[in-house]
């Protein structure tokens, strides 16, 4: 990488942490009054309808990513009529998939008693509700296409910023509805004001930004170019939809199986995780425009491949501090936060954390698959992964009775199975034009056995300590200390960790 695309992936993924860790912040202070102020029940209701509108995005089917790529030559050549043909392009797909959420999530209506069970709510506000939360996700097809350019151009920050600020302003008006009035629907409608506002203030960034876009309003693209988006997204629609079904409705099964009730609880914890995963998914991905442009420009595959090795080392160590972080303090920290009613079994913390490991080990491989373009290439591999999740789930859940625990093991099963192994494969075939070798995957799997000895260590030293805020904070040290302990023996020897050093000093050289 130049010195300009290092400070531009530096940027990006430290702005991108920090916001991320903020949001999180900023999430638990609301979760903590919604719970409160208006119970678990309405928690469920919360995480099953962003799941059903997470469904309902498969109408975007990738199209965004596929035009984000299309991107990345014309900025590395400062070609202003190819953006703007492109992001021309965009805005009308953009306002396309837009209407047609809205129309399907109408259509769903009908099918909403089906799908919330043991729930003391009104058929009448859960429409309402739904409706609400419709609206908000049909909304943030306008004008937001316009961070893509952003993301792109290694300026994915200026979007960052503006999604903080508004975040900020969200959460304060929605705590305040919820303690002064208890009003969910309030609560509701703030969020689609918030969602508008952030969408208006970054759409008036971009012209500003990129004046030429209004110059070339008129802009087409060609018809390679719309046949390479056509591809790509073509390809990125088995992903899109293996995607939904994996991680969009174990909700839904939790819900439709086990109650609403479960939902909430399992909410709770899907909040902590998800957080972490997507502070981590920040740090590793936000330099995805980075690696595109690296891509276009690097014609050296040797080149490509260590930064490959540098960024899964990377990502490697991150998830073997987090995952014992978790694993640690999950347990614990909801008693302290919510009461020892909000917690689910050792066993299937476990699963969920396990689920979190095998997530995050795939962020390299899927960042390098989308800055090389190669959306063509998953398709098929996540419609297996789709129906193999969902089949693993419901044995697990109805076969065996594991419950959410069968949920995880679900999604665990079809990761191991068809993820952990294609998708590396596709960087090194199609994007480094290279056999992977038995090598890599010996490495890998010796990766993810450090990583659950370090956490199931981690675990059993501290898990007789006393359940409070003190103890919290000593358990946290105690896990990270071990973890330093493992990167130093296990993580301290490979030919990423050379390389990474010795980026650094050449950096720190010509710094000084």
Not at 7 to 23: A, C, E, G, R
Not at 174 to 192: D, E, M, W
Not at 223 to 249: F, P
Not at 427 to 448: A, D, Q, S
């Amino acid at each position: 990488m130049n010195n300009s695309r290092l400070k531009n992936s530096i940027l990006n993924s430290m702005v991108s942490s920090v916001v991320q860790v903020l949001n999180i912040l900023l999430k638990f202070v609301v979760q903590t009054v919604f719970i409160h102020q208006l119970g678990a029940e309405y928690l469920g209701i919360n995480g099953l309808f962003v799941n059903i509108l997470s469904i309902l995005s498969f109408a975007e089917l990738g199209i965004g990513t596929a035009i984000t790529f299309s991107l990345y030559r014309p900025l590395a050549v400062n070609d202003r009529l190819g953006i703007s043909a492109v992001m021309n392009f965009f805005k009308k797909a953009y306002n396309f998939i837009g209407l047609f959420v809205a129309i399907l999530g109408i259509a769903i209506i009908p099918l909403l008693p089906y799908l919330v069970k043991n729930t003391q709510i009104s058929d009448m506000n859960i429409r309402i509700i739904y409706l609400l939360y419709l609206t908000n996700s049909v909304v943030s097809y306008f004008f937001t296409y316009k961070r893509s350019l952003l993301i792109a151009d290694q300026k994915g920050y200026v979007s960052v910023f503006n999604q903080l600020i508004f975040s900020v302003l969200q959460i304060i008006f929605q705590v305040a509805a919820l303690i002064t009035i208890k009003s969910y629907l309030i609560y509701l409608l703030i969020q689609i004001i918030c969602t508008i506002l952030s969408n208006i203030f970054i759409s008036n960034k971009v012209n500003k930004t990129y004046g030429y876009l209004k110059e070339h309003k008129d802009a087409h693209i060609t018809k390679d170019e719309a046949q390479t988006i056509k591809k790509n997204t073509i390809g990125m629609m088995g992903s899109k939809v293996g995607g939904i079904v994996v991680n969009s409705t174990d909700n839904l099964i939790i819900s439709g199986f086990l109650g609403v009730f479960w939902v909430g609880l399992y909410s709770n914890y899907f909040l902590i995780v998800n957080s972490v995963g997507l502070v981590l998914t920040q740090l590793v991905t936000s330099i995805s425009s980075s690696i595109g442009n690296l891509i276009v420009l690097e014609k050296d595959n040797d080149k490509k491949e260590d930064i490959y090795f540098q960024h899964n080392y990377i990502n490697i160590i991150l998830i073997l501090f987090s995952s014992s972080l978790l694993l640690t303090l999950l347990n614990p920290f909801i008693k302290i936060w919510i009461g020892d009613k909000y917690l689910l079994s050792t066993i299937t913390v476990i699963a969920i954390v396990i689920n979190y490991i095998f997530a995050q080990v795939r962020q390299t491989a899927i960042t390098f698959i989308t800055s090389f373009g190669l959306f063509s290439k998953i398709g098929i591999k996540s419609v297996f992964e789709a129906v193999f999740n969902l089949l693993f789930s419901l044995f697990y859940v109805l076969g065996l009775k594991l419950g959410v625990t069968g949920v995880l093991l679900g999604t665990i099963s079809s990761n191991i199975l068809i993820n952990i192994w294609y998708e590396p494969y596709i960087v090194y075939r199609f994007g480094f034009k290279k056999n992977i070798g038995l090598g890599y995957f010996c490495r890998l799997l010796f990766y993810v056995c450090v990583i659950i000895l370090n956490m199931l260590i981690s675990f059993n030293i501290t898990a007789t300590l006393p359940q409070n805020f003190k103890y919290l904070i000593i358990r946290a040290v105690i896990s990270s200390l071990i973890s330093v302990l493992f990167v130093l023996i296990f993580l301290t020897h490979s030919r990423a960790y050379k390389q990474l050093k010795n980026r650094v000093r050449s950096y720190k050289r010509r710094a000084n």
